[in-house]
Antibody, heavy 121, light 107 residues
Framework: EVQLVESGGGLVQPGGSLRLSCAASGFTLSNYTMHWVRQAPGKGLEWLSYISGTSNTIFYSDSVTGRFTISRDNAKNSLYLQMNSLRAEDTAVYYC??????????????WGQGTLVTVSS | DIQMTQSPSSLSASVGDRVTITCQASQDISNYLNWYQQKPGKAPNLLIYDASDLEAGVPSRFSGRGSGRDFTFTISSLQPEDIATYYCQQYDDLPLTFGGGTKVEIK
């Protein structure tokens, strides 16, 4: 059974940092592109970043470029999101998601349960 | 960025009703469109991919169609367990973008 479990969320002050983790099981992580998607309270979904299976290809949305860094450790079956210079508007539930498409990334076939990040003083 | 305009933002229908949601892209995205269902407090769940293909295990009352800029998502016979917010999402170009969501309620 495919499972994705996020951790690392919590309360952080503006300007602070946080590292999210996503533990994957039930599939071979290295075979899949992985994404981070977030959802602010009561709002819609926002794609943030993706990383290819071998980490050769990485993309970010403009809203997090230069502040967030996606990475993965396939040997540890884990995906990460390092978040720096956090702002109040980064407050959201952060989801990791697996990409189900080989050629054109962008189809989220499995999602974690999410981890809440709150940026507040 | 490709803007995805979903309508309506909310709807109320009776059990057994046919429900249709529309999604319009700001430019041609071919069939690079997915539909997700998100129940309260839960992660989204992929229902339809490539505009019209039903994800494995998804009930056949859910369907999608369209290409280019205009897409529709239909629930042929609304069930109580379909109460959720539905999102369209394009993957023709980066950044990947979602529609604003349609909240479906039972009348």
């Amino acid at each position: 059974e495919v499972q994705l479990v996020e951790s690392g969320g919590g309360l952080v002050q503006p300007g602070g940092s946080l590292r999210l983790s996503c533990a994957a099981s039930g599939f071979t992580l290295s075979n899949y592109t992985m994404h981070w998607v977030r959802q602010a309270p009561g709002k819609g979904l926002e794609w943030l970043s993706y990383i290819s299976g071998t980490s050769n290809t990485i993309f970010y949305s403009d809203s997090v470029t230069g502040r967030f860094t996606i990475s993965r450790d396939n040997a540890k079956n884990s995906l990460y999101l390092q978040m720096n210079s956090l702002r109040a508007e980064d407050t959201a539930v952060y989801y990791c998601a697996r990409d189900g498409v080989v050629v054109v990334p962008g189809q989220f076939d499995y999602w974690g349960q999410g981890t809440l990040v709150t940026v507040s003083s | 960025d490709i803007q995805m305009t979903q309508s309506p933002s909310s709807l109320s229908a009776s059990v057994g009703d046919r429900v249709t949601i529309t999604c319009q892209a700001s430019q041609d995205i071919s069939n690079y469109l997915n539909w997700y269902q998100q129940k309260p407090g839960k992660a989204p769940n992929l229902l339809i991919y490539d505009a019209s293909d039903l994800e494995a295990g998804v009930p056949s009352r859910f369907s999608g169609r369209g290409s280019g800029r205009d897409f529709t998502f239909t629930i042929s016979s609304l069930q109580p367990e379909d109460i959720a917010t539905y999102y369209c999402q394009q993957y023709d170009d980066l950044p990947l973008t979602f529609g604003g969501g349609t909240k479906v309620e039972i009348k």
